[in-house]
């Protein structure tokens, strides 16, 4: 049943507001995001509302434990997690998937993982985040099968498509997904030919991974464009409508002449927004903002990560502000812990972190929706605010009325923003959002059969209202409606 919660105020109910403003406190149901037509930057697919990116990377928790490490016998901790960073102000989340969790051999991909990625998804269209689907993962050298360390270029970049097929099979209908990141931070050999897949180790893990492990006479370029091609043709096979990219390292944060390689006309055509990892430095903040401009090449551009490592939260502020004017998006860090478990660390790391969450929080260009309940569950209640109840729904004191107008709009879960009426008592306008029900100043339609708009006009009197109240507000008394008053 679809409940609408009116409120009372000094015993009068309270309907609409005055000048009929409105507002819905439930998530509003996320829309597919894509490139707006110039290219420029992100828009939602139904509205074309321009939106940007501000979210965390949920990396591992703050034992360094990842995500999948945990998300069987600890959904309970996901869940909370996710309320956490939406009370944030988040948007969006970045998960990063590891290969050896989702593949179990070189050609069978592991359903209970997937499944619970579906999970993960459900949960993330309930909460209203979207999510960064970071793949190919191999942080924990120690999880790396034997088989997958011991294939050569071609087989290893097979497996690579394979795992994505079978994410994107997964994801492919939900608009929760905000993009599919193919490799975090991929890169490729010099002229020597190296030994190892994966590179250094920080904190415990392996970040960044190469591509190959020798150029054989390719430029670095083609390498990378072929890799590319192939990542790219295996989602589209099964997902034509979500985004993808890549989380690199911006190289021209470390050399000034640097130029992209992942987002060079040659290898970044099937792209579709630019990602980088930057960490501004410190009493570098222009320097950074150069760099950064570096990757402005006419797609939208998200900073993946950034977090004040190197430098103050001042210039962290700075650098931010500096780059709203080509930037589309920032994605910061959540390791699972709030700003109070921060502050209550009494760790200077602690203090740092819970610095940042109150920025990052205060900061946020949406605003911010705190999920009623912890389990997350979308409440059925349309929530209306008015000054009195008059003639717009009471009708001189019908206790029940006929408002399908509104049970629609509580099934489809919407959410109001703002909603106007040409005057504050029984105006047409007022009514028609009401009921549904059009023209209601001159007549009154009623609904039948289920349907909200219905070209019959009965009789005042039939309908078992008094001749008085024919050219009010269109509302019907009744002795039972599918919203409960």
Known sequence: MNRLLIVTLLGIPVCLLSNAFALAQEASE????????????????????????????????????????YWHDHWDVVTEDFAEIKALGANVVRIHLQLPRFMKTADEPNDANLTQLKRLVEL???????????????????????????????????????????????????????????????????????????????????????????LAGRTREEVAAAWVRQMTSAIRDVDDHHMITVGVIPWAHVWKNAKPLFYSPEVGGPLDFVSVHFYPGQNDVQGSLDALKVYDIGKPLVVEEIFPLKCSLEEADQFIEGSREFTDGWISFYWGRTIQENEEAGTIQGAIIAQWLKYFQQHAPQPIQVPAQSSLQRPNILWIVGENLKLDLGCYGAQNVHIPHLDRLAAEVTRFTRV???????????SAFLTGMYQTSTDFTEPVQGKVLCCEAPDAQDAGRRNSEGRCCGTLPATASRTAV
């Not at 697919?45 to 979210?55: A, F």
């Not at 002229?191 to 994966?198: D, F, G, Y």
């Open 30 to 69: 996320l829309q597919f995001i894509r490139v707006s037509d110039d290219g420029t930057h992100f828009i939602t697919s139904k509205s074309g509302q321009r939106i940007t990116m501000w979210g965390v990377n949920y990396d591992h928790d703050g034992d360094g434990q990842l995500l999948e490490d």
């Open 124 to 214: 993330a269209e309930r909460t209203g985040l979207y999510l960064d689907l970071t793949g190919l993962g191999c942080y924990h050298k120690q999880d790396v099968p034997s088989w997958y360390d011991a294939l050569g270029e071609t087989d290893r970049w097979a497996v690579q498509a394979r795992f994505w097929q079978a994410v994107a099979t997964v994801c492919h209908e939900s608009p929760a997904v905000y993009c599919y990141d193919l490799m975090n931070e991929p890169i490729l050999p010099g002229n020597r030919t190296e030994t190892e897949w994966l590179t250094g180790e920080l904190g415990g893990k392996h970040f960044v991974q190469r591509l190959s492990l020798d």
């Open 420 to 430: 106007s009426s040409t005057s504050p008592v029984c105006a047409p306008s007022r």
